[in-house]
């Protein structure tokens, strides 16, 4: 741009006055030092969490000349001319200008991709719940608990993308689209993930639809239903001399049908297998273990909505399992784990469903 030259400042103790703008930047300048004055006549709740916390102090209202006073860098970060009017307010009072050009329209906001765990609201982490208490906008699957939501400000907006065990009421790519137009928007916006969001959660595909966008996304891991439904059983994974390694696999593939998975090299290698997404094709899963050498013995156990109300378990054999999940007519979302470690889960009700149900 002419008349301007890049230059790098040390704004350690420095009286920075931020006009307009938004969490991201406010965050940049604090992390550069800046003791941050914000004025901004609609600040986001990012923004207005950053000067409850005390980190800066903030005016909702259009810039005052006496809002200079002190101010050694403004920076502008409002568009035309309020843009203007503020740059020059701040030449007039002798200090720097740097006026955040019009930000990109695919980097106004922020992105968390944050995985909500089982379903047990106590199951999710803290860096989850700061997200959701920051959050401008929600985007979560159908199984997510209301309570989680209710973590969000009243003010958010919340967005049932209604993904349900595979199953979507609004298609991957219209979910994509709808991130990307919320973080085009401006503000956090915070897709709300059942498990974790890399777990079979189609979770890559909205991070790579949101980069290239341009916009900034964090990923927040949650407990996958694997390790939630070992762990209310009582389930090591891998246990010295019976399982040296886990497997997560799907039995949902692009078809509805089973994956061509190596099954000669699952059954061989002697781990913990753990099935997504199997109720309805656990018949053919364990059809190709037993045709790939696994034998009929082998334990195995299928729970239905682990770690919620109606937690359902059926513990049976790799011969027989997928006989008696089709006789319960499971409806909740069903995990199966097969493999030696199994014959360790504990077979009594798990004292806190009752607690949770609550
Ligand atoms: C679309 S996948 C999503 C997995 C999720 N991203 C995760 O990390 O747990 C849905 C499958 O996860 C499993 N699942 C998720 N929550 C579960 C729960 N509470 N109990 C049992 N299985 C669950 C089931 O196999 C279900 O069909």
Known sequence: MAGTFTVTLDLTETPVLLAGGDAEQAEALLAAGARLRVVAPAPGPALAALAEAGRLTLHRRAVLPADLDGVRLCVVALEGAAGEAVAAMARAAGALVSAVAAPPRACRGRASLVGAGPGDPALLTVKAVRALETAD?????????????????????????????????????????????????????????????????????????????????????????????????????????????????????????????????????????????????????????????MPPATPAIAVENATLPGERRIRRTLADIAAAVAEAAVEGPTLTLIGEVVALAGTEAPAEAARHAA
């Open 137 to 293: 906008v929600v985007l979560y699957d159908k199984l997510i608990d209301p309570r989680l939501l209710d973590l969000a400000p009243a003010a958010a907006r919340r967005i049932d993308v209604g993904k349900r065990c595979g199953r979507h009421a609004m298609s991957q790519a219209a979910i994509n689209r709808l991130l990307v137009a919320e973080v085009r928007r401006g503000g956090h916006v915070v897709r709300l993930k059942g498990g974790d969001p890399f777990v079979f959660g189609r979770g890559g595909e909205e991070l790579e639809a949101l980069r290239a966008a341009g916009a900034a996304v964090e990923v927040i891991p949650g407990i996958t239903a694997a390790l939630a439904t070992a762990a209310r059983l009582g389930l090591p994974l891998t246990h010295r001399g019976l399982s040296r390694s886990l497997h997560l696999i799907t039995a949902h593939g692009r078809e509805g049908d089973v994956p061509p998975h190596d099954w000669r090299a699952l059954a061989a290698a002697g781990g913990t297998l753990a099935v997504y997404m199997g109720a309805r094709t656990l018949p053919r899963v364990a059809e190709a273990l037993l045709a790939a050498g």
